[in-house]
């Protein structure tokens, strides 16, 4: 045989083979059948022909489909499928068929990011050699069905981003071996099984964006092996469970966006491979553990909204990998460490609405910044060049005490202020009001709906005014997409049927969208904002699963709170208002803030986070006068002659006409040598001229506050008489209907006060509550407060002359003594713990022989305001006598805040000085903390000049002093002392028994009524709060 012809026959021999082999394999008819089926379901066209001998050629993809055989199955004969995969090429309208179940040896199944719709049929569970089931980006509803739990070779399970509802099956974690568990971005409710904590394989675990409820089960703590683990934007509550400090090969955690409560564990920072941490938008409490501040690999740090009593970044905190930090709200005090300036990969750096003081440090400007978030602290100082130069970097510095802006700017640099806002109310209304009424068509044109005129709101900035200077608005925070830019601000209605033109746009903002509103007449207006869910819309794009939540404020106050459009209004595109009626305006200034607190989606499509607003209509609550029709002349006819008959009826109702009790009670009251008198409370109402204005001493939130002069057998004996109104707030602003629990805790607290008897308190002698009657006696102050006596003696202005009072510095060192041991009185009550939450000069009585006595603890506030921007509206002089913690409203407080008020008031004392001051020689406030901060050794310069320091004892005195009141004002509440340790400390350099009376001078005038302003309110200026342990028993 020749060469040629052997050649030729192993090429047919080889032919002969593959053709064999190509031929031989055959694809069983219920595999075929199952195969067309599935084909034809999702859709598919053109479609592959399938055959017995699919498998023969292998032909892997065809017609946009990947199918894989397996031919080694008896000798080659016989081929199963193994792999399906359609993933990527839009099969909208296609659904699974249930007679996929039939491809038996099926091991990989992708059929992800189509548009497949129906449901995940119950028979997959039957595909036992399935590895991998991916369904992930498609508009599959109803629920999980349970039959996946039989799927024992299961290793990886993506079904997010579609329209799953329902819970999550039980039967889940019966898959032994699955890796991945991907369920994000669907319908999901209920709680989270404890049976996925027996998924011990388990690596990535994505629950998020969701509506999950419930608590995080500690079974989740057994996944030792877990990387990644999500569940943010649910409605999760309770703790994190103490178990998950197990889970120390994570990479990403992440339970934002939840009400999470409790505090944030240790055991984080000893997760040593954490990449990425996000905590932001819970209830959690306390502080942030300094331990985390050096976790070597941390890549992101997010925290929000924490709530406590403040706290500092760490000094030498070491975070070199950290690229994107946000401590957003979480309370934090102090200056900004130096060495953040050398955190080499940092770009993204949020430390808003907190309490920061001092300068930018200058090592920020070594730093790659693409973004720097400083609005909302206390920042101060001059801004440094390098900022004007970052034309690179997305700044935002406003709402901070920064000097003058920098001139020349290549980077538009932010530095609003309220005091900013205030000027240009000021230089708009100038002494006049001029409004009664404002509408902003927000986010659109000029336009005329429902008879009003809309403003137009169509700027792209994050500041803008009205043309006409009436309104302003605010804009901050960063959208969490990536693409987004100033366009975005803009919002309109892409599809819907509304008839009315308010909802066609709207304005967004990422974290804080503000308003305010210039020159309305002092009055009650009904606020009505309009909402229409415009950007969160579609199936297809999964927008429609975005959840938008955010605060409301309205004039500083939270008045709701977790608003989401979609929920309240029914669905996307459809429209919504939220009304506040009966607003009071004061100061001819409106104020709307909508806040972001982290709740809601943070990673759906388009991730356009933040408030959202249509439009804004303010109307007078009370309309104006029109001419009046007969009939409505008729009934005021009708109502003349029945007026005097209801006006009776009405005061006898009211308790003003006698009352036998006025006559039967009787309150014990001492004379000035000490006897003690009974007097009925008749006699003590007609010592107040039957509440006579001429009487009146002052007005606060509870009421009017009364002085009674009464003769008891030939002695004079003068009292304080607060009548309270439980109709009324300090502007006669009724209270609804859900307020009147507040005031029954209130009467609750009058009468705990009774209860409260020590030398160094203001003494309540009595309580009286019938109906419409509601008063609180007191004991007279005869040398009116300490405020008087230390700073209004040299005022030849002051139009309320009072007794002249010269306190030497002994009677100033008894004055710090009687004050701290009241407070230490208060602080350790049996069973209870008061904060005062006010103390300040004007709330310290001085009696007869001027030992001091603490007023209005705990009386002061009927509606405590605890919202983040409130404490902007506060003066300088106001702010500096609170604590930093006070500045976040929403923290429980401690009894150190009352330690570090007690702290300024004694630097006042010992100064002769208030707290703040303005200085018309430098056209500036000077503040008395920051010349005590600066003085160092040469402190003593500070005492007030009107003392003479006569001897070493007294001058060592009083540098004891400042030294024991700079430990009272330290930023931490954990670093000041208690009061028992402040009691200690001043017995120590004091002769407290021996302490003389301070020489009172004779040719004083007679004190005036309103020497007892101690027993008012003090109007907004009070802070004071009983804590909520002050009535109920510490458990």
């Known amino acids: 045989m020749t060469v040629v012809a052997k050649l030729v026959s192993i090429l047919l021999l080889l032919l002969c083979l593959v053709r064999r082999g190509e ?97 995940i049929p119950d028979t997959i569970g039957d595909l036992q050699a399935l590895q991998t089931l991916n369904l992930y980006k498609n508009l599959l509803t109803g629920p999980i069905p349970p039959s996946l739990g039989k799927l024992s070779s299961l290793k990886e399970l993506r079904l997010y981003r579609n329209l799953l509802s329902d819970e999550i099956p039980k039967q889940l974690g019966s898959l032994s071996k699955l890796e991945t568990l991907r369920l994000e971005q669907n319908q999901l409710s209920g709680h989270i099984p404890l049976e996925l904590g027996n998924l011990l394989s388990l690596k990535q675990l994505t629950l998020d964006e969701n509506r999950l409820n419930g608590t995080l089960p500690g079974e989740l703590g057994n996944l030792g092996y877990l990387l990644e683990f999500d569940v943010s934007s649910n409605n999760l509550t309770g703790e994190l469970n103490q178990s998950f400090a197990r889970l120390r090969s994570l990479n990403f955690f992440s339970v934002a966006g939840n009400n999470l409560t409790g505090q944030i564990p240790n055991y984080i920072a000893k997760w040593s491979g954490l990449v990425s941490l996000n905590l932001i938008g819970n209830e959690f409490e306390g502080k942030l553990p300094e331990e985390i501040f050096n976790m070597e690999n941390l890549e992101v740090l997010k925290v929000s909204d924490l709530r406590n009593t403040g706290f500092s970044i760490p000094k030498e905190a070491k975070l070199p990998k950290i690229y994107n930090m946000v401590l957003r709200n979480c309370s934090i005090n102090g200056s900004i460490p130096d060495d953040i300036g050398k955190w080499p990969s940092l770009r993204y750096l949020d430390l808003s609405f907190n309490n920061l003081t001092g300068e930018i440090p200058g090592k920020f400007k070594d730093l790659k910044l693409s973004t720097l978030f400083l609005n909302r602290n206390m920042l101060n100082g001059t801004l440094p060049r390098w900022i004007s130069d970052a034309v690179d970097t997305r700044l935002d510095l406003t709402y901070n005490n920064f000097s003058k802006p920098l001139t020349e700017q290549k980077n538009p640099v932010q530095q609003l202020n309220m005091d900013d806002i205030l000027a240009m109310r000021d230089e708009h209304c100038g002494d006049k009001s001029k409004y009664n009424s404002l509408f902003i068509n927000c986010g659109g044109p000029k336009l005329k709906e429902e008879g009003h005129e809309y403003d137009e709101d169509n700027s792209t900035s994050t500041f803008g005014k009205d043309r006409d200077g009436k309104w302003v608005y605010t804009c901050s925070g960063h959208f969490l997409s990536t693409t987004s830019n100033s366009s975005d601000y803009l919002k309109n209605m892409t599809c819907g049927v509304s008839e009315n033109s308010l909802y066609r746009t709207g304005r967004l903002c990422p ?38 939540i955010f605060d409301v404020y309205i004039q500083g106050k939270c008045r709701q709170k977790d608003f989401e459009i979609k929920g309240w209004s029914g669905g996307p595109n459809q429209e919504m208002t939220l009304e506040f009626p009966y607003t009071n305006v004061q100061d001819n200034l409106l104020q709307i803030h909508l806040y972001w607190a982290g709740k809601g989606s943070l990673n759906n499509p388009p991730a356009l986070n933040g408030p959202l607003l249509s439009a804004i209509s303010v109307i007078p609550s009370k ?16 109502v003349s002659v029945f007026t005097p008959l209801l006006l009776l009826a009405f005061v006898w109702k009211m308790g003003w006409l006698p009352s036998r009790e006025w006559d039967e009670k009787k309150i014990r009251v001492q004379t000035k040598d000490g006897k003690e008198r009974y007097v009925s409370l008749r006699e003590i109402i007609k010592g107040t001229g039957n509440f006579d204005l001429q009487k009146k001493i002052g007005e606060g939130r509870f009421g009017e506050v009364y002085r009674g002069d009464l003769e008891v057998e030939g002695e004079n004996i003068s009292l304080a008489v607060k009548r309270i109104s439980q109709n009324l707030s300090k502007k006669g602003k009724k209270k609804s209907s859900e307020s009147q629990q507040e005031v029954e805790n209130d009467t609750r607290r009058q009468i705990f ?114 919202p983040i921007f409130h404490y902007r509206q506060k003066n300088s002089e106001q702010l500096q006598h609170l604590a930093p913690e006070w500045t976040d409203l929403n923290m429980k407080k401690t009894t150190k805040a009352d330690v570090y008020s007690f702290g300024v008031l004694m630097l006042e004392i010992i100064c002769g000085r208030k707290v703040a001051e303005y200085d018309p020689s430098s056209k500036s406030t000077k503040s008395l903390l920051d010349d005590v901060s600066s003085a160092k050794e040469m402190i003593l310069r500070l005492v007030d000049k009107k003392l003479t320091m006569s001897s070493n004892k007294e001058r060592r005195q009083a540098q004891e002093s400042f030294e024991l009141a700079r430990d009272c004002i330290k930023v931490s509440a ?50 004071s709060q009983v804590d909520t342990q002050s009535i109920q028993p510490q458990t």
């Open 23 to 119: 031929t031989d394999g055959i694809l069983p008819e219920d595999e075929v059948y199952a195969l067309r089926a599935v084909i034809s379901s999702l859709g598919l066209a053109p479609a592959p022909s399938i055959s017995s001998s699919y498998c023969a050629w292998n032909p892997g993809r065809a017609y946009s489909i990947y199918i894989i055989c397996d031919c080694n199955y008896d000798n080659g004969t016989i081929c199963h499928i193994t792999r399906i995969t359609t993933a990527s090429i839009d099969l909208s309208g296609g659904g699974i068929h249930e007679s996929i179940s039939q491809l038996k040896y099926l091991e990989f199944l992708d059929l992800g990011n189509n548009q497949l719709s129906g449901s």
């Open 753 to 866: 006060c009774l209860s409260l008897s020590h030398e160094n308190l203001v003494p309540l002698l009595h309580h009286h509550c019938e109906q419409g009657l509601h008063l609180l006696i007191y004991e007279f102050m005869e040398n009116g407060s300490l405020d008087q006596a230390l700073f209004s003696n040299d005022s030849d202005t002051d139009p309320k002359p009072v007794k002249k009072i010269k306190l030497d510095w002994k009677a100033r060192l008894g004055i710090c003594l009687g004050i701290a041991k009241g407070l230490e009185y208060m602080h350790q009550k049996k069973h209870m713990e008061i904060i005062h939450g006010n103390v300040n000069a004007t709330n310290i009585m001085l009696d007869g022989d001027l030992n001091a006595k603490l007023s209005d603890f705990g009386l002061a506030c009927l509606y405590p305001d605890d």
């Open 974 to 1023: 954990n670093d000041r002392p208690t009061m028992s340790h402040i009691v200690e400390r001043l017995h120590e350099f004091t002769d407290e028994g021996d302490r003389s009376a301070s020489q009172v001078d004779t040719h004083s005038i007679e004190p005036q009524a309103e020497s007892l302003k101690e027993f008012t309110d003090q109007g907004d200026q009070s802070a």
């Open 511 to 548: 974290v804080a969208l503000s308003y305010y509103a210039f020159c309305l007449h002092d009055d009650q207006y009904n606020v009505t904002l309009h909402f229409a869910e415009t950007v969160y819309t579609k199936e297809e794009d999964y927008s429609s699963l975005g959840k938008r």
């Open 623 to 638: 309309p104006p006068g029109k001419k009046l029709t007969p009939g409505q002349k008729a009934v005021i006819i009708m």
